[in-house]
């Protein structure tokens, strides 16, 4: 009787989560971010493709790259753009790590400075808020993404955690709602996911 009313309370509570994602959008919201981040993900295929096949050697760049700036330096740069907007697309540097001597270990180094980029926009969200200035600026200019993380919290994380949106914004909206900081940890691992995931493309293509 006990594991009968245990489950009853889950299913109803999953069935309520569902009605309230339903109802304020989630699910829209994820099915537009999804064929947003399609778009760009074939064009940057489709511009690698085109650059190897018609300007130059791919394949000779990017060995070039690693044989020309070390390791080290690479990652600072994706961990600077991590911290800040996420500028650079990640998948330049997957690309990168792809050609290394450890594809594997210097992927796994670019989603650690990935997740740790993300921790830091997360507590540069949170300083944001203790400078009234700067934080009525940020919540006029990220106003829709803040309100999204209020009403979503974790999900969102989640969202831009796993797909082609900028993590540092969600980070950043994360860290100004004060979102619980070990929930965020726990979610942002999911930037790992990403990564591995994109990899098994990325590195077949180059």
């Given at each position: 009787m006990k594991k009968d009313a245990k489950s009853t309370k889950k299913k109803s509570r999953m069935r309520l989560l569902h009605q309230y994602y339903s109802y304020t959008g989630f699910y829209k919201f994820v099915g537009k971010s999804v064929k947003k981040a399609i778009i760009p993900i074939?064009?940057?295929?489709?511009?690698?493709?085109?650059?190897?096949?018609?300007?130059?050697?791919?394949?000779?760049?990017?060995?070039?790259?690693?044989?020309?700036?070390?390791?080290?330096?690479?990652?600072?740069?994706?961990?600077?753009?991590?911290?800040?907007?996420?500028?650079?697309?990640?998948?330049?540097?997957?690309a990168w790590a792809g050609k290394s001597a450890y594809p594997i270990f210097y992927l796994s180094l670019l989603a650690a400075a990935s997740y740790l980029g993300g921790i830091v926009s997360y507590f540069g969200g949170v300083g944001i808020t203790k400078i009234p200035a700067v934080h009525r600026a940020i919540e006029v200019n990220m106003a829709k993404h803040i309100k999204n993380t209020r009403k979503w919290g974790g999900f969102l994380i989640i969202v831009g955690a796993l797909l082609p949106i900028p993590y540092a914004m969600t980070s950043i909206a994360a860290g100004i709602i004060r979102f619980p900081f070990m929930s965020f940890l726990m979610f942002g691992l999911l930037r790992f996911v990403r990564f591995y995931a994109y990899a098994l493309v990325i590195f077949e293509m180059v």
């Open positions: 074939l064009l940057f295929i489709g511009a690698i493709l085109a650059l190897d096949y018609f300007v130059l050697d791919l394949n000779k760049l990017l060995i070039t790259v690693t044989e020309t700036y070390s390791p080290a330096g690479i990652i600072s740069v994706f961990f600077a753009s991590e911290s800040l907007l996420g500028l650079i697309p990640p998948e330049l540097f997957i």
